[in-house]
Structure formats: structure tokens, C-alpha cells
């Protein structure tokens, strides 16, 4: 009986050439796999020579090649090899070089070909226990088996300072969501970018859920895939506000204008799904839980919004201060950040110091401050009465890793219609909105006063 070929021709031509993609990219990859890979495993002439010329320079320089090197290696270093294989060669890298993000399934790839690479090494090690088992000790096949099986392993220790020196000069893609608003995105490099947590600080009934319906709906517009999570509102409600928010129709004239709105929101290229949970019901695993699902149904978020994150219930069942477990619960979700490789923008309510705030700061944040250390960006709406009777209101940004930040912006909220527009700076600092608000509040005072006098004169009273 013939024995089958032991190469990856089984798993396709793509296949071999997104790996040796990975392995030229990824380093921490490339020392993995070179443990256990033999290159006749690549059954194209072509992905064998690319592959073998990384693995030359390597064992010549102790470093992995960069960009730059491998496109003299290319150039200087194939003139022995046949000139079709060349033009093969020189075509796969320049559509190498063409691609900046990883191949689709990158995990998969590594995965089935590193299982593939050690059980081959584990096989040759098991042939050769065989004789061993005749004329050696148990020891010596027991260590022939177990070095085997180390092979292969993951053996990323971490940046390496010196071998991974080019890497530090390799720029970092963001890959920024607009928020939708022009001096918002100018301040913070385009927006919130991947693996970063943002927090919209305002008080009850100030607007946070509106808020995060626009930063979603924005990036709806953009193309993107987004996932809003709301364990306050149903997800009826919230749907129903990004209709409001991206066609400009009032919420109570939804109904009226369904047909319009279908017609507006059909061809918009980005997708959105609405999960609902009840508050307090769902911790950072359950909404882990329900990523990884709507990834094996093909839906990878560019951004995920969490309303909001202070009605998250928290994982540990010890009596820890609140304080405690909103701090966890933050840092939880800037984890999720990094672990999804998107955005990640939550809400947070503040102490009673801000419901009737002209500007409000991070020290009226509700009980956690804390939970501000561990944030990418922070911004707080305030909206005085007399702001919510006149459809403003300001933006005042708290913190921002990426830019300037203590900057004051008046803001236009309708919220009839999820509306929401940031103006341009008026030059005001937070001291002066303070103390002009208090001047015309005590403005407003002594004229009451005096009406009050002038009333009290009127009817012959006092």
C-alpha cells in the first residue's frame, strides 16, 4: 500500500502561501515553526526557495530578516535558481508587500500547520525509539520522545530588545473609528482606535445612551461592523435610535416614515447587531462568550459599544467595595479591547456633583475614579436644564492618550432625533465657564429678587 505524500499539498495552494506570509511577518511565528518545519513540506518550488533563503539569513545573523533586507535577498540572491521559479518568487512578494494586515484565518493556518509539522517530528522520533528500545535505556528513548514533543512549542518569551530591534521603527496602525465629529477625531489622531477603551461620563438623563448610538451609528456609515451591547434599554429601543440617528427622522415619526428609513439604512455596508441582556445580568464573560459565537458566524466587530459599563455585573462573588469591582469591570473591558483588536467605547454615570454641572470633570465620575487610569480617551457631556431647554450642552475632554486633553467644546443635542454635533472651541477655559455661570446665576438671582420686592411693593405687602 502506497503511503500518502507527507506535505501540505492537502491544504492547498493559498494555504502554503498565506503560511510562509506568516512566516516572514510574524517572528515570534517564524521561531515556533522553524523548530519543526521542513521545507519539502511546501510542495511549490517557489514557497520552498522563499522559505529556505529566511532560514539561511537567520542562521547566519541570528535575526529575522526585515522588510528591507528581504527585498535584497530577493533581488541579489536567486540568479542560481531557474528564472521561471524567479518570476514566481518575485510575483508572490510583491503581492506579499501589497498586503499590510494578516491573512484571513491566520490563527487557523498556524494552528494546522504547526499540529501537522510536530506530529511529523513526533512520528520520526517514535521510528527511532523503535531501535532504540533494543540497544539503549529507557531513559535515552524516553528522552528522545519528550524532546519531540517539545518542539514546536510556543517559545515567545516576549519582545526581544536586540533581535526585535526593527520592529520598534515599524509603524503602529490604529486603525481609528471616526467618531463623527471633526474636532473630536482631530485631538485623538481619528478617533478611538483598535484595542482602546472609551468612556462617555455624563449624569442620568444627560444622554450617554444617545451619545454611544451616534458613535455607532457613525461608524455604521463607515463600513464597519458593529456590536452594541445595552443592559438598560431594549433592543428595539436602541435599534429604533440608530434609525433616528442615521436618517434624521424624529423618533416619533418612525412609524410614519418606515419605508423611507428601510430605503436609507439598506445599502449601508457595515452591519449592526443589538444584543441585549438584563442589568446586572451579564458579566465580561458572557459578552466574550457571545463575541466568540458571532465570530464562528462570520461576523468580525470593527467596534464594540457597552451600555454601559457601570451595569455590568461583576465576575468575583466577594463582598468587594463597589469601587472594586467597577475598577475590575473597566479594566475588563479594555481587555476586550485588545483581545478583539477594535474599539471599545461604555458609558459611566456620575455622583450627584454633576447633574446640574456647567463642565463636568473626572472627579465627579461615580464611585470609582480609578476607573479612569485604565481608559484610552474620556470625554463628559453636561446639559444644564436650561442646555436640554435649548438643545446644548458641552463636551469636555478628560483624558485623551493620543492628544490634548481639560479642552472644553458647546455642543448642539437634539434628542428628538439622536442629533448630536460638536462645535468649535470658544476659547473659554473650565474656570471661566464656572465662574460665568455663577456670575449669571447670581445675575438671575438679584433680578428675581427684585421682582420679588417689586411684586411684594406692588400688593401693599412689607
Same mark, same amino acid.
Given at each position: 500500500?502506497?503511503?500518502?505524500?507527507?506535505?501540505?499539498?492537502?491544504?492547498?495552494? /493559498?494555504? &502554503?502561501?498565506?503560511?510562509? =506570509?506568516?512566516?516572514?511577518?510574524?517572528?515570534?511565528?517564524?521561531? =515556533?515553526?522553524?523548530?519543526?518545519?521542513?521545507?519539502?513540506?511546501?510542495?511549490?518550488?517557489?514557497?520552498?526557495?522563499?522559505?529556505?533563503?529566511?532560514?539561511?539569513?537567520?542562521?547566519?545573523?541570528?535575526?529575522?530578516?526585515? =522588510?528591507? #533586507?528581504?527585498?535584497?535577498?530577493?533581488?541579489?540572491?536567486?540568479?542560481?535558481?531557474?528564472?521561471?521559479?524567479?518570476?514566481?518568487?518575485?510575483?508572490?512578494?510583491?503581492?506579499?508587500?501589497?498586503?499590510?494586515?494578516?491573512?484571513?484565518?491566520?490563527?487557523?493556518?498556524?494552528?494546522?500547520?504547526?499540529?501537522?509539522?510536530?506530529?511529523? !517530528?513526533?512520528?520520526?522520533?517514535?521510528?527511532?525509539?523503535?531501535?532504540?528500545? $533494543?540497544?539503549?535505556?529507557?531513559?535515552?528513548?524516553?528522552?528522545? @520522545?519528550?524532546? +519531540? @514533543?517539545?518542539?514546536? +512549542?510556543?517559545?515567545?518569551?516576549?519582545?526581544?530588545?536586540? $533581535?526585535?530591534?526593527?520592529?520598534?521603527? *515599524?509603524?503602529?496602525?490604529?486603525?481609528?473609528?471616526?467618531?463623527?465629529?471633526?474636532? %473630536?477625531?482631530? @485631538?485623538?489622531?481619528?478617533?478611538?482606535?483598535?484595542?482602546?477603551?472609551?468612556?462617555?461620563?455624563?449624569?442620568?438623563?444627560?444622554?450617554?445612551?444617545?451619545?454611544?448610538?451616534?458613535?455607532?451609528? &457613525?461608524?455604521? !456609515?463607515?463600513?464597519?461592523?458593529? #456590536?452594541?451591547?445595552?443592559?438598560?434599554?431594549?433592543?428595539?429601543?436602541?435599534?429604533?435610535?440608530?434609525?433616528? +440617528?442615521?436618517?434624521?427622522?424624529?423618533?416619533?415619526?418612525?412609524?410614519?416614515?418606515?419605508?423611507? #428609513?428601510?430605503?436609507?439604512?439598506?445599502? *449601508?455596508?457595515?452591519?449592526?447587531?443589538?444584543?441585549?441582556?438584563?442589568?446586572?445580568?451579564?458579566?465580561?464573560?458572557?459578552?466574550?462568550?457571545?463575541?466568540?459565537?458571532?465570530?464562528?458566524?462570520?461576523?468580525?466587530?470593527?467596534?464594540? %459599544?457597552?451600555?454601559?459599563?457601570?451595569?455590568?455585573?461583576?465576575?468575583?462573588?466577594?463582598?468587594?467595595?463597589?469601587?472594586?469591582?467597577?475598577?475590575? @469591570?473597566?479594566?475588563?473591558?479594555?481587555?476586550?479591547?485588545?483581545?478583539?483588536?477594535?474599539?471599545?467605547?461604555?458609558? /459611566? &454615570?456620575?455622583?450627584?456633583?454633576?447633574?446640574?454641572?456647567?463642565? #463636568?470633570?473626572?472627579?465627579?465620575?461615580?464611585? +470609582?475614579?480609578?476607573?479612569?487610569?485604565?481608559?484610552?480617551? *474620556?470625554?463628559?457631556?453636561?446639559?444644564?436644564?436650561?442646555?436640554?431647554?435649548?438643545?446644548?450642552?458641552?463636551?469636555?475632554?478628560?483624558?485623551?492618550?493620543?492628544?490634548?486633553?481639560?479642552?472644553?467644546?458647546?455642543?448642539?443635542?437634539?434628542?428628538?432625533?439622536?442629533?448630536?454635533?460638536?462645535?468649535? =472651541?470658544?476659547?473659554?477655559?473650565?474656570?471661566?465657564?464656572?465662574?460665568?455661570?455663577?456670575?449669571?446665576?447670581?445675575?438671575?438671582?438679584?433680578?428675581?429678587?427684585?421682582?420679588? !420686592?417689586?411684586?411684594?411693593?406692588?400688593?401693599?405687602?412689607?
Amino acid at each position: 500500500m502506497e503511503q500518502e505524500k507527507e506535505d501540505f499539498s492537502k491544504f492547498g495552494k /493559498s494555504f &502554503q502561501e498565506d503560511l510562509c =506570509q506568516l512566516v516572514l511577518k510574524d517572528r515570534p511565528f517564524a521561531d =515556533q515553526i522553524f523548530e519543526v518545519l521542513d521545507i519539502n513540506f511546501l510542495e511549490l518550488k517557489h514557497l520552498q526557495i522563499f522559505v529556505k533563503r529566511i532560514i539561511s539569513y537567520r542562521e547566519k545573523y541570528g535575526v529575522h530578516p526585515t =522588510q528591507k #533586507i528581504m527585498n535584497s535577498i530577493i533581488r541579489t540572491q536567486l540568479t542560481n535558481e531557474n528564472e521561471s521559479v524567479q518570476i514566481r518568487i518575485r510575483d508572490y512578494y510583491a503581492r506579499v508587500l501589497s498586503t499590510e494586515v494578516e491573512p484571513e484565518g491566520a490563527t487557523y493556518i498556524k494552528d494546522v500547520a504547526l499540529d501537522f509539522c510536530k506530529k511529523q !517530528k513526533l512520528k520520526e522520533a517514535l521510528i527511532k525509539s523503535v531501535d532504540l528500545i $533494543k540497544r539503549s535505556s529507557f531513559d535515552e528513548v524516553s528522552r528522545v @520522545i519528550n524532546d +519531540a @514533543i517539545k518542539l514546536g +512549542a510556543d517559545n515567545n518569551l516576549g519582545y526581544e530588545y536586540l $533581535k526585535d530591534f526593527e520592529a520598534r521603527f *515599524i509603524p503602529r496602525f490604529r486603525k481609528p473609528v471616526t467618531t463623527g465629529w471633526k474636532e %473630536i477625531d482631530d @485631538i485623538s489622531k481619528g478617533g478611538l482606535g483598535s484595542g482602546e477603551l472609551g468612556v462617555v461620563v455624563a449624569p442620568t438623563g444627560a444622554g450617554k445612551s444617545m451619545v454611544l448610538v451616534h458613535l455607532g451609528a &457613525q461608524a455604521l !456609515k463607515d463600513g464597519k461592523n458593529v #456590536i452594541h451591547y445595552t443592559l438598560e434599554l431594549g433592543d428595539t429601543v436602541v435599534a429604533c435610535r440608530y434609525d433616528s +440617528a442615521i436618517t434624521g427622522v424624529e423618533l416619533k415619526n418612525l412609524t410614519v416614515f418606515k419605508e423611507k #428609513i428601510y430605503d436609507e439604512i439598506k445599502d *449601508i455596508k457595515g452591519r449592526l447587531v443589538v444584543k441585549e441582556y438584563p442589568t446586572r445580568s451579564a458579566t465580561i464573560q458572557t459578552i466574550k462568550n457571545h463575541l466568540e459565537k458571532m465570530k464562528i458566524r462570520g461576523f468580525e466587530p470593527d467596534m464594540i %459599544i457597552v451600555d454601559y459599563g457601570d451595569l455590568i455585573r461583576p465576575i468575583s462573588s466577594r463582598k468587594d467595595e463597589k469601587r472594586h469591582q467597577l475598577e475590575t @469591570i473597566y479594566e475588563e473591558l479594555r481587555g476586550l479591547a485588545q483581545i478583539c483588536e477594535c474599539p471599545v467605547w461604555t458609558a /459611566s &454615570q456620575t455622583n450627584r456633583s454633576g447633574l446640574n454641572a456647567e463642565v #463636568i470633570t473626572m472627579e465627579s465620575i461615580s464611585e +470609582a475614579f480609578n476607573k479612569c487610569f485604565v481608559a484610552d480617551f *474620556i470625554f463628559s457631556v453636561s446639559r444644564t436644564v436650561k442646555d436640554k431647554n435649548t438643545n446644548g450642552g458641552r463636551v469636555f475632554v478628560a483624558k485623551n492618550r493620543n492628544g490634548p486633553d481639560g479642552l472644553v467644546y458647546p455642543i448642539f443635542m437634539d434628542t428628538s432625533c439622536v442629533s448630536i454635533k460638536v462645535m468649535p =472651541q470658544t476659547g473659554d477655559s473650565v474656570e471661566d465657564i464656572v465662574q460665568k455661570s455663577a456670575k449669571e446665576e447670581l445675575q438671575s438671582l438679584k433680578e428675581r429678587y427684585k421682582s420679588f !420686592k417689586k411684586e411684594k411693593k406692588k400688593n401693599g405687602v412689607g
